[in-house]
């Protein structure tokens, strides 16, 4: 799943720092996803964006801030963050968002680590 | 809300040999995918299969809908089948992927 691509493939912050994740992708898909993953979980859905708007906020923290400047382009800047917040951060897109029924296809994802 | 469970949750297979993993669902499901999370992270789209059978080399899967599991076969394994290997779905109505716990997989040469 190559065609999702997302920036940087790994990122060291402290607490204080701010930083931006970055994805992208140019299937024409209208709806992109944050997700994040512990070690030796499943992804856990944070964001859903259904034609650049926000559908889905799974009562994350406010110091992760998601933003979908165009369609093929989704952000995730974060801010003060906590060492807990350290894991695998997994960009995805599909075709639409009907209530989820599309495949949804992932990028190789950012390793965040928070000191 | 749907429960996920995959079996077994660990295996270990020589090189060459063949294997089935398995996802049960809870509920009537509208799509459910396999993914490969190789080693490095990856989180790979293995196949999208409500229902029915579908091939893919050495890997195919079949969804039994109405019986609520979906199987993934994968014949002459090779090392770089290692990972873990999840099932998720989805139903009408609810709004997010439910992945199951994962099936971790190592083939030693």
């Known amino acids: 799943d190559t065609e999702v691509t997302q920036t940087p493939k790994h990122l060291v912050m402290g607490m204080t720092n701010k930083k931006s994740l970055k994805c992208e992708q140019h299937?024409?898909?209208?709806?992109m996803y944050w997700y994040k993953q512990k070690a030796k979980k499943p992804p856990e859905l944070m964001f859903v964006y259904s034609y650049e708007k926000l559908s889905i906020n799974e009562s994350v923290p406010s110091r992760f801030s998601p933003e979908c400047p165009n369609s093929s382009l989704l952000n995730l800047h974060l801010h003060a963050l906590q060492p807990e917040d350290s894991a695998l951060y997994l960009c995805?897109?599909?075709?639409?968002?009907?209530?989820?029924?599309?495949?949804?296809?992932f990028g190789d994802g950012t390793r965040l680590s928070i000191l | 809300g749907i429960q996920v469970e995959q079996s077994p949750p660990d295996l270990i297979l020589q090189e060459g040999a063949n294997s089935t993993l398995r996802c049960n669902f809870s509920d009537s499901v509208n799509n459910l995918q396999w993914f490969h999370q190789n080693p490095w992270g990856q989180l790979i789209n293995l196949f999208y299969?409500?229902?029915g059978t579908k091939q893919n080399g050495r890997l195919s899967a079949t969804t039994v809908a109405t019986e609520r599991y979906s199987l993934l076969y994968i014949s002459s394994s090779q090392t770089t089948d290692s990972g873990v290997y999840f099932c998720?779905?989805?139903?009408?109505?609810?709004?997010?992927?439910?992945f199951g716990a994962g099936t971790r997989l190592a083939v030693h040469p």
């Open positions: 299937m024409g898909h209208r709806a």
């Open positions: 995805a897109s599909s075709q639409e968002y009907r209530e989820g029924l599309e495949p949804q296809h």
């Open positions: 299969i409500p229902s």
């Open positions: 998720a779905v989805l139903r009408y109505g609810y709004n997010k992927l439910i």
